[in-house]
């Protein structure tokens, strides 16, 4: 039975829209994801997975711990739901979360927020300057590991924070040490040049070549700066953690001495931009289903929906993937719709109104903010039903 067979029979009952996340292929990427990371832990990045029960089964799993959160008002959720261990990956200035987590003895306890600057304290403290008891708040700083070449006038990786180099680093370590009511406990250092971007794209070689050249000289300068900076910083604080990487570049980032535990997430779903690895394979775990509801022309049907867009730059590369049957794709004048998506290839002509079209989100995570429940499958059956955060009204970003 191949896996189109297998999910509308386990998805007979069902009328699509829905999405289903696949337990086996899910087990596989996150073995194969252990496996590279070589015996360091893994932390989990919630805004991949956006589903508790989801991040529960995967914490069960050998290799992963702690979670990686996107915003403070889902970490506090998480812990009073009682994960631990959370890292908030990005700077927060929501005023009636912070003043909730430092006025909550085990969520200061268990949640790590990031800062880059000296600013972000300033807000710190003047947005908990009023609440008793006050409880220490931990604190992770944020490094650029971005790649810089020609003098600055080429750049590739996020623009996140401003601490590139260890005097930076080691100057926000002393203001942070100075100032009252906050502990250092980590840095983090997230190469997205080379965990977000794939180094076997399709189509230009001179463009995959460009890729590889950048990765490799970036990795090359991250070994001796991340070095560095996390030596500079222990000079002044001891270190409970260094954290790194991502899918994309786990078996890389852990050869890092200084590296204690990398971060991940999209690997566990595999969308469609992780298919563009030389260095693993993933199998696609994360589908969601639309019902065909037109037939335009032979060759074409029409399913309902589909405009679920992925973040990022605005091209082809964020939209969702037909998946199955396999041989489906876009009309060049609509794409994928807000409210229909017509699907042109051979494969339409055995498509029948009612039938299902499946496919894979480009990302990750953001599938789930459309979608109220994950059906898990296992082989051809439904095991359980569980709630993304949006099932469980919770829409933070």
Not at 29 to 38: F, T
Not at 95 to 119: K, M, P
Not at 175 to 183: L, P, Q, S, T
Not at 345 to 350: L, P, R, S, T
Request: proline share 5%.
């Amino acid at each position: 039975m191949n896996d189109r067979q297998r999910y509308d029979r386990a998805t007979a009952a069902l009328d699509p829209p829905f999405a289903i996340l696949d337990l086996a292929a899910m087990r596989a990427n996150a073995a194969d994801m252990a496996r590279r990371a070589g015996g360091k832990p893994i932390r989990v990045a919630t805004k991949s997975i956006r589903s508790r029960p989801v991040l529960r089964r995967i914490l069960d799993l050998d290799g992963f711990r702690g979670l990686m959160a996107f915003t403070l008002p889902e970490a506090l959720w998480l812990v009073a739901e009682g994960f631990t261990d959370v890292l908030v990956a990005y700077p927060t200035a929501d005023r009636q979360a912070l003043a909730a987590l430092a006025g909550d003895a085990r969520a200061a306890r268990e949640i790590t927020l990031t800062v880059d600057s000296a600013e972000h304290l300033d807000h710190l403290d003047d947005v908990l300057k009023g609440v008793q008891p006050r409880h220490e708040i931990r604190i992770s700083m944020d490094i650029d590991t971005g790649y810089v070449a020609l003098g600055g006038k080429f750049r590739a990786g996020a623009l996140r924070s401003a601490i590139r180099e260890p005097e930076q680093a080691a100057d926000l370590a002393a203001e942070i040490a100075k100032r009252h009511g906050y502990h250092l406990v980590g840095l983090m250092a997230y190469e997205a040049q080379i965990a977000g971007v794939g180094d076997d794209p399709p189509g230009n070689a001179m463009y995959t070549r460009a890729i590889r050249f950048m990765q490799g000289r970036s990795a090359r300068d991250l070994v001796l700066r991340r070095g560095r900076i996390v030596n500079a910083v222990r000079q002044i604080c001891d270190l409970e953690f260094v954290n790194g990487g991502g899918t994309g570049s786990i078996e890389r980032t852990v050869r890092e001495k200084a590296v204690t535990e990398v971060a991940a997430g999209s690997g566990f779903f595999h969308p469609r931009l992780f298919d563009f690895y030389r260095g693993f394979t993933g199998r696609p775990a994360a589908l969601f289903a639309l019902p065909v509801v037109r037939r335009p022309a032979l060759d074409t049907v029409t399913v309902l929906g589909g405009g679920y867009l992925a973040s990022g730059p605005a091209d082809r590369s964020r939209l969702p993937q037909p998946y199955l049957p396999a041989g489906l794709r876009y009309s060049a004048d609509e794409g994928a719709g807000e409210v229909q998506t017509p699907l042109i290839g051979q494969a339409a002509q055995d498509l029948r109104v009612g039938d299902r079209a499946w496919f894979r989100h480009a990302k990750a995570g953001e599938l789930c903010e459309r979608f109220a429940a994950l059906h898990l499958v296992e082989g051809d059956t439904i095991v359980e039903t569980v709630p993304t955060y949006r099932g469980e009204g919770r829409t933070f970003l």
